[in-house]
C-alpha cells in the first residue's frame, strides 16, 4: 500500500503503449496528441487521487510520467539534451497533472466537510486514533497534504468549506497558482 502510486503509474503507463500508432503519426497535430493524452491517459493513471496521501517522492514521479508522455508526444529522447522547459514550451503547456491532483483532492476534501450529520468521512478526517502512536518519525497523512497546500489551519479550512462558493475560489487558487514577474 506504501508504494502504491507508483505502481498505479507504472501500470497505467502502458495505456500510453496502446496508444503508438497515435503518438508516432506525423499527421497529427500535436496539439492533438497532447489533448488525446489529458483526455485517454490521465484520467487512468490519476484514478481514485482523491484517496491518495502524495509524498515528495510521489510527486516527483508523477511529475516524470507528465513529461515522459510529453516527451512520447514530441519525439524527445531523453539522450536529445533538451531540458524539460525546452520541451514544456515545444509543446505549448505547463505543469498540469499535479496541479488537477491537488484540485480533485481539495475538492474532495471541501465535499466531504460540508456534509451534515453523523458521517464517518467527515468523522475519519477530523479525528484521531486512540491510543498512542508507533515509534519512529509520523508517516504524512493525508490531511497533512491539505494542510502543507493551504496553509491553513484545519479550524480555518472546516470554516472556509461551509461557503461553497469561496471553497471552489480558494481550490482553484490553491491549485492554480499565478506565477507573477517581480
Not at 506525423?26 to 493524452?37: E, G
Not at 475519519?124 to 493525508?142: D, E, F, K, L
Amino acid at each position: 500500500m506504501y508504494d502504491r502510486i507508483p505502481y498505479q503509474v507504472k501500470q497505467r503507463a502502458g495505456d500510453r503503449v496502446s496508444l503508438q500508432k497515435i503518438w508516432k503519426s506525423h499527421s497529427i497535430p500535436n496539439a492533438t496528441k497532447t489533448r488525446l493524452m489529458k483526455a485517454l491517459v490521465w484520467p487512468v493513471a490519476t484514478y481514485s487521487c482523491e484517496s491518495w496521501t502524495l509524498r515528495k517522492n510521489e510527486e516527483t514521479r508523477l511529475e516524470a510520467f507528465e513529461m515522459k508522455g510529453l516527451r512520447k508526444i514530441l519525439r524527445v529522447s531523453l539522450t536529445a539534451k533538451k531540458t524539460n522547459e525546452w520541451v514544456f514550451n515545444k509543446a505549448g503547456v505547463k505543469r498540469e497533472l499535479l496541479d488537477t491532483i491537488k484540485a480533485r483532492k481539495l475538492a474532495y476534501y471541501g465535499h466531504t466537510m460540508k456534509k451534515q450529520g453523523n458521517c464517518m468521512e467527515k468523522e475519519i478526517m477530523q479525528g484521531t486514533m486512540p491510543g498512542a502512536r508507533r515509534r519512529g518519525r509520523p508517516r504524512t497523512a493525508w490531511t497533512d497534504n491539505i494542510k502543507t497546500w493551504t496553509g491553513l489551519p484545519v479550524e480555518e479550512l472546516m470554516r472556509m468549506t461551509e461557503d461553497r462558493d469561496k471553497w471552489r475560489k480558494y481550490v482553484h487558487g490553491v491549485a492554480n497558482p499565478r506565477i507573477e514577474d517581480g
